[in-house]
């Protein structure tokens, strides 16, 4: 009968062992899944850093065109103070060197400008018709007086430019191949054309025959090897309270003329007749400033007011 009955206890005591054991397992099992689904701040944080690093080697490495690194170089100081550094140039970022002023370019500049040449420029061929005059002694619009040669032409009115064309040497060539130089003395008014020249008798005679009237020429502007030193003349009339001042025997076409006043150098201006003008007399007599297309000045003194006669100079132009 005791046997029975510890038998029984044992029996009681082994399942309540495997009971505790099971509830045991249960309970680990329990706290690992929760335990798994609790945040872990370490794994948040490694993806995290990887991301950054990913988005700084597509930066390095991969093709801009991907998301990253368009995101990566947008917020990249120094990706934007590159950019800023070096913009691609444009209208209006680009900050124009301003064009010298006349009264202010300095002597013996390279080229010409546009302001200073006129429509007669250097390095540029001009279409044209050639014709032919009786140039009597070789006075024209210009007022240079008789020409000590008749390789001279009269430029039409509207190359002529109000006079600015007046002494210019111009190298004028046929379709047939033959050339000649001739310096302007006058003005050819219409129905004279833009780039026509009408030469004197002799110089047309240089080109062609006489008979035939007209010829297609090409022209340029030139600067002659040798022709002297320049001079000024007052025109007729000219005193302390009214002046016209001319230049004669310059190499380059005369750009402008100043005279100078008590308040610095006065530009004076010109007339169709090839002087330059002071209507109340200021400078007169005073030292005068000369400056050709290319932008040299010449200063001269000494020039008395001597009206209608020829004062040399010791000055010339460059040759260009």
């Known amino acids: 009968m005791s046997t029975a009955r510890q038998v029984a206890r044992e029996r009681r005591r082994r399942r309540r062992t495997m009971w505790g054991t099971l509830a045991l397992v249960a309970a680990s099992v329990v706290v690992c899944l929760v335990t798994a689904l609790l945040p872990d701040d370490r794994s948040d944080a490694k993806p995290a850093s990887s991301t950054t690093v990913a988005a700084g080697e597509a930066d390095a490495g991969q093709p801009r065109s991907t998301p990253s690194a368009k995101a990566k170089a947008s917020a990249s100081p120094s990706a934007s103070r590159s950019a800023a550094a070096s913009p691609k140039p444009s209208r209006t970022t680009v900050k124009k060197k301003p064009a010298p002023a006349r009264t202010t370019r300095p002597a013996n500049a390279g080229s010409a400008t546009a302001s200073l040449a006129g429509r007669i420029k250097p390095g540029t061929d001009y279409p044209g018709v050639a014709t032919a ?65 009408d030469l004197s008798q002799q110089a047309f005679s240089q080109l062609g025959d006489l008979h035939l009237g007209r010829l297609a020429i090409t022209w340029n502007l030139v600067s002659p090897g040798s022709p002297g030193t320049l001079s000024v003349r007052y025109k007729t009339g000219s005193s302390q309270y009214w002046c016209g001042i001319q230049v004669l025997n310059h190499r380059n076409p005369v750009a ?34 000369i400056t050709d297309i290319y932008g040299q000045r010449l200063t001269v003194k000494g020039i008395a007011i001597r009206p209608n006669v020829v004062q040399p100079t010791s000055v010339q132009f460059t040759q260009h």
């Open 133 to 197: 005059y009786e140039a009597g002694v070789g006075d024209g619009a210009c007022g240079f007086g008789p020409s000590p040669d008749m390789m001279i032409g009269a430029m039409n009115t509207t190359d002529y430019e109000t006079a600015r064309a007046c002494g210019a040497y111009v190298h004028v060539r046929a379709a047939n191949g033959r050339s000649v130089t001739v310096r302007i003395t006058n003005e050819c008014p219409l129905p004279c054309a833009p780039g026509q020249i």
């Open 256 to 289: 402008a003329l100043e005279v100078s006043t008590s308040g610095g150098w006065r530009q004076l201006d010109r007339t169709t007749y090839n002087y330059f003008l002071s209507a109340h007399g200021t400078g007169c007599g005073s030292a005068i400033r």
